[in-house]
């Protein structure tokens, strides 16, 4: 079971990925890059860290916020 520290690490990254899917920020922005928006781009390098983060965490975090805190 994961220790405090790796559950709160794991609840920032949570946060972290949900707070970077919708790029606010590009809203309006119409750049196009290799033919595709800007924001389309965006899109595309979240889904790929989103990817990394879940594969990452289902080896090591798999368990987390499951029965309480251990030692």
Do not use: C, D
């Not at 520290?5 to 309006?28: D, K, R, Y």
């Not at 595309?44 to 990817?51: D, F, K, Q, R, T």
Request: aromatic letters at 22%; a positive charge; zero cysteines.
């Amino acid at each position: 079971m994961p220790n405090r520290t790796a559950s709160f690490a794991w609840g920032a990254i949570l946060f972290v990925l949900m707070a970077l899917a919708i790029p606010w920020f590009l809203w309006g922005n119409s750049t196009v890059v290799a033919g595709l928006p800007l924001w389309l781009w965006w899109h595309i390098g979240w889904m790929v860290l989103a990817s990394l983060a879940f594969a990452v965490f289902t080896q090591r975090g798999w368990g987390v916020w499951m029965g309480g805190w251990s030692a």
